[in-house]
Each structure stands twice: as C-alpha cells, then as structure tokens.
C-alpha cells in the first residue's frame, strides 16, 4: 500500500510516460490490486488493471465458489461491480482520465475474461483511465480513484447476507437450466421452450424483452414435463429430432420463434423471457451469405456440375452466390459438429431451398440439388435435424416429421391433418453424406492486426473485414474481440492441423485455464468452438483443404 502511495506522490505532475512505473501488484487490507497494463497516453485506451480478492476477503459463500459456477456467479459479482463504478464521483481531465469501466453480460451469461475464479479467490480485470491533466500526471485524482475503487470493493464488492436471496435464485435458474440441457439431450430432444416464455425483443436492436408480448403456450401433444431440482417441475414445447417445419401466415411469429431458439444455445438471465428456452449445444443458424469467401468446401451434395467444370468437391470464391454460401454454411456447420440446423425463409436463398415442378422440366442445366433433397439424408446418414420456417414452400411438410403452425403467436401442431392431406415420404436420396474435416495447411499471411470494431466487424490489417453480422449466433461485442485475438494466436503461431481439433483444443483450453493465454485484455468473452471454427472459415489467405 506504501508503495504504490509512494510512487503515486513521485510521479505527480510529471510526463505521463512516468505511469510506467506503476506496473506490479500491490496489497492493501481488502484486496490486491495489479497494473497490467499501462497507456502510453492520456489519449490511448485507458489501462488495464486486476483486482483480487482471497475467499476471506470477499466473503461469498464457500458453496458457490466452484468452477462450473464460474459463470452465474460472475455475472452476479460483474453486475454488482459495474454498478458500483457507475455510481464513482466523475475525475476530469485529459482523454480517459477517470474512465473505470468493466465489460459485464448483456441477456446471455458467457464466460468472460473481466471475471476469473481463481481457486477460491475471485479476480476482476477492468479499464482504468489513469488520470492526467494535458500529458502531466495528476497524482491527486489518481489517489481519488483508488479511494473510490476501495469503497466499491466494500460497499458493492464484498458479500452482504442481503444478497443471498438474489444470488440463490441465479445459481439455481443456472442450474436449472444446465439440468434441462442434459435432460434434453439424453432424452432425444434438441430443443424446448418453456410455457410462459417470452420470445419477442424489444427491436431489432434490443435484446430485452418485448413489452406485453403473447406468452408461449405449447401444443398439447408436443409437450413435456421436465421436473428441475430447483424450481420443480416445469412444462412446454420438446422438439424431438428429425425434420421439424414451422409455417404459418406473415408476421404471426414463425422468425421470433427461430431466433429464439438459435441464442437457445445460450443461457439467459432472468427476466429475459427466455430462460427456459434451451437448444442443443451445436445448433447452428444457416443462411444465405452471399458475398462470403468459401475456402475449398465440399458443397457437391447440393452443387454440382457448375459452368466450365468448376470443382465443387473443393470450392473457393471470393464472392459466393446466395445458394453457395447457404450450400457451404451447412457443410461448414456439419463440419464444425452442428447436430442441428436452423433455417428461415426470410435468410435463405430459394434455389438453394427448392426448385418447382416447372422449372424442373424447363431448366435442364440445373447445378443445385435443393436443401429439400438433402434434408431427410442429413438425418438419415448423420443424425443432423433441421428446423425449418418455410411458409411458403408447401413440398416441405411431406418430409416434416413434424409441422407446427404459428398462428397469433401461439404454434399448433398440424402434423397429422397436414400429412392428411399431403401424405408423408421420409425417403431420402441416394447420395450419402458424410462428415469431413479440413485442415490448415499453411497461413499465407500473419494476421498480427486484427481488430473488432464492434459486435459485428473484424478488420484484418485494416485493409480487409469479416462481416460477423452473419454469424447470427454471436451476441456480445467480447466475442468478437476473442475471435480477433484467437485468429491472431493461430497466425501469429503459424498452428496447422485439423481444423475441428484446433478451435476445440483451443476453446477447452479456455474453458479450464481461462483467457490469459490471449493476454491481458478484460473485453473478451468466450462463443462456441463453432463460430470460433465459423471465423476461420471466413479468412482470406489461409491454405485449408481436406
Ligand atoms: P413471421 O416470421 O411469422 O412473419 P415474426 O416472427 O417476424 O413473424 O413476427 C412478427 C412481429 O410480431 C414482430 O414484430 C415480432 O416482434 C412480433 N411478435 C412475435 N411474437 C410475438 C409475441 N409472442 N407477442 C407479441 N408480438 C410478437
Ligand atoms: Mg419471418
């Protein structure tokens, strides 16, 4: 504590490069607190800092402080955190001075790099603007931070016996919700949606819940009963697998039902609305991308005998169509161990999807074999299930082993008076699918500049980007921050190897070591091995093949 005072009254009010001098760890009483990074000026992204405090420090009860609820009680102890540093008195100065700022959670809880349960100890990473007036350093307000960075660890920081109640009830939907997972697995299903459940957002551009929205309300004969351990029993719509198709008339609520289900692979907090709404791990969103790069995909299943014999057992673009990037999405997906796929009509190219009668018998040079071909073989030969919103594509209900039909918001299972009309042909073609994993050969290029400039672009040595706005299961500005750094790891380290074992190795890693094998950066938050896979997919200049 001396020490840091010490250096403090030292370096007052001269150059800011003197800041230098704070790197390194210091203890007081109620935690320790470390400079890991240090600004080279008031103007520079504020500096990173880490706070910890030992199991006797912050008091949280022992029950809770075990790695597999890392995550809820992280967000528990961000949320408090963050909320006692919005509440700091505002220190003026130059660029970030002042700035105290930590990346919490939005309505997903993700495994994030500003929240580390280290044994029984939890550590806090943070941006810490320190202070300056021009480019000379003002020891004062600094001492004013750190003053008020101690009363946030007292009053917002440390277990109160009032937050019990509330911190109870996160565990437990945390559970509850990692029980309902499993149940669903071991039990065929790869998708539930709890009655009551509120999927509608705010907008397009909120993930909060939509105000006086019609709550879900399950078919009869598609529902179950999942008895939780701590909220008991709980009932809704179980989607089995197989082939399932949603239709229904515009707007009655068939894409607000598909997009909830594609952040089903998430868990939500409560109040979200979705808290029960859960989906297989590995499902992935496919859509038409078109204007993506492919980098030799098998899409042969669904493309072939294109124009001048181009090879489509190894496809590349730099400029994929719609069909294409749809055809190579699902074989990217399968690839990357999606157990199920999600399509919606509004994102879809229609070639790739289907093709009529007429046009059948009229167009002969036809390279596409649509999804609809290959649909039943997906689940046949590779036990890959499709949700599909097609409400208007009618030769789809007859390979549905289910139909449900949205209508005013609530879904209606018509199965039985649709194949009535329709009859039901679960034959698949004679083409048989099969999973292959490409490797990385070789990196043509160190990508050693990567940045994301938001939730949803990457630049490459700032001179190319990756549209992430496709990649619609990611959902946190984190994310994209770890897949810049994660595709610099790899360049910069030149990995080569088989793609699959690659992100996953790598994603295990993190899961059980946490992030510091990125550096120091608190902005990151960890997404599936499949969008790390997904990322890879999307860059130029790599040599991956099978
Ligand atoms: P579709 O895909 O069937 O055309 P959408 O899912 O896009 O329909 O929904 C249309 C509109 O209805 C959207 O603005 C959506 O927010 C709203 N909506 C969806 N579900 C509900 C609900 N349960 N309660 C109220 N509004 C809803
Ligand atoms: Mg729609």
Redesign the pocket.
């Known amino acids: 504590m001396n020490k840091l005072f010490k250096i403090i009254s030292e370096i007052d009010r001269l150059g800011y490069k003197a800041y230098s001098r704070l790197k390194g760890s210091y203890t007081f009483p109620q935690f320790s607190l470390s400079f890991l990074k240090i600004q080279g000026d008031p103007f520079a992204p504020p500096s990173i800092v880490r706070i910890t405090l030992k199991e006797e420090q912050h008091k949280y009860p022992k029950q809770y402080l075990k790695k597999e609820l890392e995550v809820p009680l992280g967000d528990f102890i961000l949320e408090r955190f963050s909320k006692g540093l919005s509440q700091l008195p505002k220190i003026h100065g130059s660029g970030n001075s002042g700035v105290i700022f930590v990346n919490t959670n939005g309505q997903q809880l993700l495994k994030r790099a500003s929240f580390n349960l280290d044994g029984t100890a939890i550590e806090l990473n943070f941006y810490f603007g320190l202070p300056a007036n021009g480019r000379k350093i003002n020891g004062q307000a600094l001492i004013q931070m750190l003053e008020g960075l101690k009363d946030v660890v007292q009053n917002f920081l440390v277990f109160k016996p009032a937050y019990a109640e509330s911190l109870k009830k996160q565990i437990n939907l945390y559970q509850d919700q990692e029980f309902l997972r499993s149940f669903l697995q071991k039990n065929n299903y790869i998708a539930f949606i709890a009655d009551g459940s509120?999927?509608?957002?705010a907008s397009g551009q909120s993930e909060k819940p939509?105000k006086n929205?019609?709550?879900?309300k399950s078919p009869e004969s598609l529902r179950i009963t999942v008895d939780l351990p701590n909220s008991g029993p709980i009932s809704g719509l179980a989607i089995p697998k197989g082939v399932t198709v949603i239709i229904?008339?515009?707007?009655?609520?068939?894409?607000?039902?598909l997009k909830a289900l594609e952040k089903g692979i998430y868990n939500h907090r409560l109040g979200d609305g979705r808290e029960f709404v859960i989906t297989d791990n590995t499902a992935v969103k496919v859509r038409a991308e078109d204007g993506r790069i492919i980098n030799n995909v098998d899409i042969s299943p669904f493309i072939n005998n294109l124009p001048q014999g181009i090879d489509t057992k190894c496809f590349s673009t730099l400029n994929a169509s719609g069909s294409t990037s749809q055809a190579a999405n699902v074989m990217e997906a399968i690839e990357a161990g999606a157990k199920v796929l999600l399509f919606d009509e509004?994102v879809s190219a229609t070639n790739f999807l289907l093709r009529d009668k007429l046009m059948e018998k009229l167009v002969v040079k036809e390279p596409i074999t649509p999804f609809l071909k290959m649909c039943r073989n997906l689940y046949k030969d590779l036990d890959v299930s499709s949700i599909l919103?097609v409400?208007s594509l009618s030769d789809y209900l007859k390979i549905a082993d289910r139909v449900i039909l949205?209508e005013e918001?609530i879904p209606h299972d018509v199965t039985a008076r649709v194949h009535s009309i329709t009859g039901f042909d679960s034959n698949t073609t004679d083409i048989t699918l099969s999973v292959r994993s490409r490797k990385i050969k070789k990196w043509n290029k160190s990508f050693s500049k990567i940045k994301a400039k938001d939730q949803f672009t990457l630049y490459l040595n700032k001179d190319l980007y990756i549209n992430l706005r496709y990649l619609e299961q990611l959902c946190d500005y984190g994310q994209a921050n770890f897949l810049a750094k994660f595709i610099m790891y790899l360049s910069e380290k030149k990995i080569t190897g088989e793609l699959r074992d690659i992100v996953y190795n790598f994603w295990q890693e993190i899961n059980s070591q946490g992030f510091k094998i990125l550096g120091v950066e608190p902005n990151l938050a960890l997404p599936r091995w499949q969008e790390m896979a997904f990322i890879i997919n999307r860059i130029p200049d790599i040599f991956i093949t099978y």
Do not use: E, N, Q, W
């Open positions: 509120i999927l509608p957002r939509l929205a019609v709550p879900f229904g008339g515009g707007f009655h609520g068939k894409s607000t039902l509004d919103v409400g949205m918001y």
